[in-house]
């Protein structure tokens, strides 16, 4: 397990873009007025791939910030697991975990995540969110999202849903002259939009997408 202690008032970026076929765990404090930025990618071509990675993460000072985004396209017949745990000790914290996962062929793909606030943790403000896409039939996502909140002064929410791709748009750019690959990747792109946005860096954002055009052609 990699360990990472943010002292008082740090900035830290992590950028976690491939899984290995060992799991890929962190361990990390963070102090007073810390901020912490995790970016996960789940994109790799290996289509028998299996991995996870663990998050396991617990503000100690008031005022720290934690910001976790990631998305991923699980093909052939991958299986990653995906496990977050964030921990409120203190009170005024901040923390959003956005999430999101295309599945297609036979690739299996979980998403555990817990946030836990503790009853000294009051005025949190914590959000989790995880939504998902299966594009074949046999394509599988396990989402189990858990909140356990013990202070009462707390703004906390959580939503997790797994469906298909909108078919009826998919029809429209069909008759407009789009391909169904490209309308697909359009589509998908459009999906993981708020996710790359969040990355601030119109190079490594072109970088992804030209990934997940990949990923689905």
Not at 12 to 40: P, R
Not at 105 to 110: C, I, P, Q, R
Request: aromatic share 6%; charged share 20%.
């Amino acid at each position: 397990m990699q360990e990472l202690h943010l002292i008082q008032g740090e900035h830290k970026h992590l950028v976690i873009e491939h899984v290995a076929d060992d799991s890929a765990q962190w361990h990390i404090v963070q102090e007073a007025g810390s901020v912490l930025t995790i970016h996960l990618f789940c994109l790799d071509s290996d289509a028998a791939m299996t991995g996870s990675v663990v998050l396991d993460i617990e503000q100690t000072g008031e005022h720290a910030e934690t910001y976790i985004y990631g998305l991923g396209i699980l093909t052939g017949k991958q299986q990653i697991e995906v496990r977050t745990h964030v921990r409120h000790s203190v009170p005024n914290g901040k923390s959003n975990q956005l999430l999101k996962f295309a599945v297609k062929d036979e690739a299996k793909g979980s998403f555990v995540g817990e946030l836990v606030v503790d009853p000294h943790a009051q005025h949190a403000e914590a959000m989790q969110t995880n939504r998902n896409v299966l594009l074949s039939p046999k394509a599988t996502m396990h989402t189990q999202p858990q909140l356990e909140i013990y202070a009462d002064d707390v703004k906390c929410s959580h939503g997790a849903s797994t469906g298909q791709i909108d078919e009826s748009a998919l029809f429209y750019m069909q008759q407009r002259g789009i391909g169904v690959v490209e309308a697909r990747q359009l589509l998908l792109t459009a999906f993981f939009h708020d996710v790359l946005t969040t990355l601030g860096e119109p190079i490594v954002e072109e970088r992804i997408q030209r990934r997940i055009a990949q990923q689905l052609a």
